[in-house]
């Protein structure tokens, strides 16, 4: 199982001795259900859309580090709301997330006996409403003839060209090809 630690808010984990193990890793979100009973007809009508289901991402969490009751609570203040989080195995790739169990962390603290390491794991479910992996927005200086454009999210985005003439000779002849469309 892959041990790492995680970014959100712009705040690693490791400031909190916090690192997650993933159980379940899901590649793909479910597509959303668009179809429609007609009546008197028999089946349904099913609109083949490309749409998705939210997504959840499940982490298991456990600190690395000693801490005190202090730092549990900023801890969880941290984890509050919604923002990038960014695993430190994709640095590339962020999902714009929330926790959406926070009563576990809460159960957990409560547990705990007061000692320096708190033994035990916990989850943490991350609420994804929009169920992809976004990559930051890159510029790509076009050098030579044939430029490619390198968009590593899983999102489907479009694309946005912006050509800017530095010079002060006029651009002519350009040419956009799509190699393939999402």
Request: one cysteine or more; glycine letters at 4%; aromatic letters at 12%.
């Amino acid at each position: 199982m892959k041990i790492f630690t995680f970014n959100f808010k712009g705040v690693s984990s490791d400031e909190y001795g916090l690192y997650a193990s993933i159980p379940d890793e899901p590649f793909n979100t479910r597509k959303r259900k668009s179809h429609k009973k007609i009546d008197f007809r028999d089946g349904v009508y099913d609109f083949e859309n490309d749409v998705h289901d939210p997504q959840t991402l499940e982490m298991e969490c456990f600190w690395k580090k000693p801490i005190n009751r202090h730092d549990i609570r900023e801890m969880a203040l941290w984890l509050t709301g919604k923002d990038r989080l960014i695993r430190d195995f994709e640095p590339d790739k962020h999902y714009n997330a929330t926790v959406y169990n926070r009563s576990e962390l809460i159960t957990f603290i409560n547990r705990w006996d007061g000692n320096e390491m708190p033994n035990g794991k916990f989850r943490l479910t991350w609420y994804c409403a929009d169920p992809f992996a976004y990559s930051e927005q890159t510029t790509t200086p076009i050098s030579s003839e044939e430029t490619d454009i390198d968009y590593r999210g899983t999102a489907s985005t479009p694309t946005l060209i912006r050509l800017i003439n530095n010079t002060d000779q006029p651009i002519r002849n350009i040419t956009v090809t799509a190699l393939s469309l999402i």
